[in-house]
């Protein structure tokens, strides 16, 4: 879409005004995410309460303009605390725009939340239905030190209607001339993203909730959108300033050196810095790291051993990083002469980026374990594996880091589904690639397999409201069937031994964790 389109369309969306409930704060955090938005809101108010808060005293003055000087103007309201709700109701109904949005004031929208609201509300009232009263989106939860504590989606059951409870979980916009409806019928459309950052823990205020606009939704749609507002754009080719590489490592000190060595021999003009994270190693590890200083000077060593798991590791090489894009690769793989000149590249017109894994060099003989390219997943969203990625830094932050409730796989699905469902780009770079090992021991890939297993699961948990779907009955019973009919296969030859372990401890992941979710994935 060129720039006269994307403008057309972007001014056949509906207006939407924000209402900005703080009862204990002055909504700075709201605010400033309201004036970054791609869409502009057609008037932003602030609904706070008069006297002190619940610890004693007010907060102190707006770090943001509260006044004429904002672009759109914000205008507060102040009220007694019992009073919250009516005098909601009444900054919504007095808003002039066609559709009125609602957040909390430590909610921090996404530059894109009023766009993806705004073309809900409009592309909802296409099937003959009656128009959208109410379009909902999910929040991100962060934890106090910045990173994912999970996400809430809005149900997208057709029988399902939202309640106090629903709209307290998410964030969304009201038709604004339902809210004086003593009857009548509309829409409630669900919108599968996490397009809101809220902190962990917070309760909600009742007054955030817009009854009479609760009352008039009847039905459900899903509406996915999967492509990105115009306004916001790719990163318009801006080049990585200093490109951190961040290695996990715990125990690697067989394999590191190679690693640190291609890295070391990377080409291109790309200035990069090599952050290696150690998980808690017992071995040699940070030996052969600080023998890597003659080749990479501007090596650091990142202390990550409070707990174990590489997004934990993952994470604390974002915080120590002073660049403005961080790659991701592991210690017992070896970075292509190119690779970072290849992501680099790449950076300048994505978000997050994935690069390609190659094993014939490896592991060789073994190109039916070959993960399959980026371009060619097919389950739900694409996704960027952990062992060949890299993304903006402030995409990171913005996203909560990587999850570390993940532990052995399914960690790299979750940030590149995640990034996706919030609205930025993830792009697939066949040329940035790694040479990747397989594991040899089949204890080690049987483990390996049934983490992958588990976090399927837990990913199917997480995502099903976003359309992440099952796999069908029939296949779940023929791989079970195929399983049982090849156990011979185990002492038939190592090739076919293999395979039966791969197949079988991925399986038995799948089942293990469905007992650990409460779901059904097999």
């Avoid at 949005?101 to 009023?114: K, S």
């Avoid at 996203?399 to 993940?406: F, I, N, S, T």
């Avoid at 066949?430 to 837990?458: F, I, T, V």
Wanted: contains cysteine; proline residues 7%.
């Amino acid at each position: 879409m060129d720039g006269t389109s994307a403008r057309t369309a972007d001014e056949a969306l509906p207006g939407v005004a924000v209402v900005v409930v703080d009862p204990d704060g002055d909504g700075r955090r709201a605010v400033r995410g309201l004036l970054a938005q791609t869409v502009r809101p057609v008037s932003i108010t602030l609904v706070t309460a008069d006297g002190p808060t619940a610890g004693g005293t007010r907060s102190p003055g707006p770090a943001v303009p509260l006044d004429d000087t904002a672009v759109p103007p914000v205008r507060v309201v102040r009220c007694a605390r019992e009073d919250l709700g009516p005098v909601c109701v009444d900054a919504a109904r007095n808003a002039g725009a066609p559709y009125v949005a609602v957040l909390r004031g430590d909610d921090e929208a996404l530059p894109h939340w009023l766009w993806h609201l705004a073309r809900a509300a409009r592309d909802g009232r296409g099937d003959g239905t009656g128009p959208v009263g109410l379009v909902q989106c999910g929040a991100l939860r962060l934890r106090d030190d910045g990173l994912v504590d999970g996400f809430a989606l809005p149900s997208a059951s057709p029988r399902a209607r939202p309640s106090p409870s629903d709209l307290l979980e998410g964030a969304y916009a009201v038709r604004r001339e339902l809210l004086d409806a003593d009857g009548g019928t509309a829409r409630w459309v669900a919108l599968p993203m996490p397009l809101v950052r809220r902190r962990s823990g917070d309760p909600g205020d009742p007054a955030a909730v817009l009854a009479p606009g609760a009352r008039v939704a009847r039905r459900t749609r899903l509406v996915r959108h999967g492509c990105r507002p115009p306004a916001a754009g790719p990163r318009n080719g801006s080049t990585p300033r200093l490109v951190s590489v961040v290695v996990p490592v715990r125990n690697g000190a067989r394999t590191l050196a190679a690693q640190l060595t291609a890295l070391a021999r990377q080409t291109g003009a790309v200035a990069y810095e090599v952050l290696v994270v150690d998980n808690g190693s017992t071995d040699t590890t940070r030996e052969v790291a600080e023998r890597a200083r003659a080749e990479l000077p501007d090596l650091r060593i990142v202390d990550a051993s409070d707990r174990a798991g590489e997004s934990r590791a993952r994470n604390r090489g974002i915080a120590a990083a002073r660049g403005d894009f961080v790659a991701f690769c592991d210690a017992d793989d070896v970075a292509d002469t190119g690779w970072l000149a290849a992501m680099a590249q790449a950076a300048k017109e994505a978000d997050l980026v994935g690069g390609g894994l190659e094993t014939s060099v490896l592991s060789p003989g073994r190109v039916d374990e070959q993960p399959l390219p980026m371009d060619a997943q097919t389950d739900f969203l694409p996704f960027a594996r952990g062992a060949n990625c890299g993304a903006w830094k402030d995409v990171l932050t913005a996203l909560g880091g990587w999850d570390e409730r993940y532990r052995g796989g399914g960690e790299d699905m979750d940030l590149s589904w995640r990034a996706q469902l919030c609205g930025y780009l993830v792009r697939y770079a066949d040329d940035a690639r790694m040479h990747y090992r397989l594991r040899d021991e089949l204890p080690a890939l049987a483990r390996q397999k049934w983490n992958y297993g588990r976090s399927g699961a837990q990913l199917y948990a997480a995502y099903r409201r976003a359309g992440f779907e099952r796999r069908d009955g029939r296949v779940v019973v023929m791989n079970w069937c195929w399983l049982l009919l090849h156990v011979p296969d185990l002492a038939r030859s190592p090739v076919l031994r293999r395979r039966w372990v791969r197949y079988g401890a991925r399986l038995a992941g799948f089942l293990a964790g469905s007992v650990r979710q409460g779901v059904r994935y097999l």
